[in-house]
């Protein structure tokens, strides 16, 4: 969808939401608290000792390897699981024993998707609805978000791909207008495209001062949306960052070429980070300021100069590996 289309219909939607803005008075300014929280499974599986918060209006990353405990987080969260120990509230609803209670404010995509095959989407959609007030608010929002996912609503469920029933999953879950997400894997089958469709639409609901929390495996969906991003591996969380403070500290690298060898020893005598030095080629890393880098260059004969990207996410890597 071209961009213009796309930020005018953002805006409508953004209209039609703000009237329905007071769902529900916050307590307090951390939405989701996880407290010493343990659920074991056989062989030491499952989640040990998480501690994490998320403050109202914010989005939580979760990033983690196949089996690192970020689905039986979500469970507990959701209040499907009963905690060995530990504590999980969502604005201070106990999440296992006000399930009920706390079910209200939270919007659901579970990470594998089940849906009666035989309904169109618009059915299911509007079997939801039903069990949801069946508010005209609801359809409203279902009908833009289907737009802006592309989703013909007509299909037979048993006929959609996968990426279709995820974005079913989507729309389904966020049509109901809730103040709080809880997203497993949600782009899991959507291609680029969608994926930042998605993206756009988390924006809008964080606008819309919605808190978030949501499992990814993919770095960049959390960048984008995130304001801190936890890395569970083996049950257990070795690090909560935040994303602009990471992104202050990041590293950009460089791949330079220059006409002769001699001016990369130049660059070298100007206090610069070269590395992968090659004849006439190197890479060189820069953390912060940029002027040294820029005053160098014009004292040389550059041939190519390109940046590298995604160094923030290489250095992600190195908690999978
Ligand atoms: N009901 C269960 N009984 C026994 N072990 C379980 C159960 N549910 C999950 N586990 C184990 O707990 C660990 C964490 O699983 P979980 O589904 O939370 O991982 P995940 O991070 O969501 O993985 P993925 O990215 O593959 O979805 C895995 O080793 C898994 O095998």
Redesign the pocket.
């Known amino acids: 969808m071209p961009e213009s289309r796309w930020s005018e219909k953002s805006t409508q939607y953004l209209e039609i939401q703000v009237l329905k803005e007071e769902v529900l008075l916050r307590k307090s300014e951390e939405m989701i608290e996880v407290k010493e929280l343990n659920k074991l499974?056989?062989?030491g599986?499952?989640?040990r000792n998480l501690n994490f918060q998320v403050d109202a209006g914010k989005a939580f990353g979760f990033l983690?390897?196949?089996?690192?405990?970020?689905?039986?987080?979500?469970?507990l969260l959701m209040g499907f699981l009963k905690p060995d120990s530990g504590r999980v509230t969502i604005n201070e609803i106990d999440c296992w024993k006000e399930k009920a209670e706390v079910k209200k404010i939270i919007s659901y995509l579970p990470?594998e998707l089940h849906f009666m095959e035989s309904l169109t989407a618009l059915d299911f959609l509007d079997l939801i609805a039903r069990m949801h007030g069946n508010k005209r608010q609801i359809k409203r929002n279902r009908d833009y978000l289907a737009s802006a996912l592309e989703l013909d609503l007509k299909i037979l469920i048993r006929k959609m791909s996968k990426g279709m029933k995820q974005k079913l999953g989507i729309i389904a879950a966020l049509m109901l207008d809730k103040k709080v997400l809880i997203f497993?894997?949600p782009t899991s089958g959507l291609d680029p495209l969608m994926q930042k469709v998605f993206i756009d639409l988390i924006l809008g609901e964080k606008k819309r001062g919605k808190t978030l929390f949501m499992?990814s495996?993919q770095f960049v969906e959390i960048d984008r949306t995130c304001e801190h991003v936890g890395i569970?591996r083996e049950?257990e969380l070795l690090t909560i960052q935040s994303i602009s403070q990471l992104r202050d500290a990041e590293h950009q690298t460089f791949e330079i070429e220059v006409e002769k060898e001699e001016e990369l020893e130049f660059l070298k005598q100007r206090q610069l980070n070269l590395v992968n030095i090659q004849e006439k080629s190197c890479m060189i890393r820069v953390t912060g300021e940029m002027d040294k880098l820029w005053l160098a260059l014009t004292q040389v004969h550059v041939i190519s100069f390109r940046q590298r990207s995604l160094e923030l996410e290489e250095a992600f890597m190195d908690f999978y590996r």
């Not at 983690?64 to 469970?75: E, S």
């Open positions: 499974y056989s062989e599986r499952g989640v983690g390897p196949n089996g690192a405990g970020k689905t039986t987080t979500i469970r990470g497993d894997e499992s495996h569970i049950g």
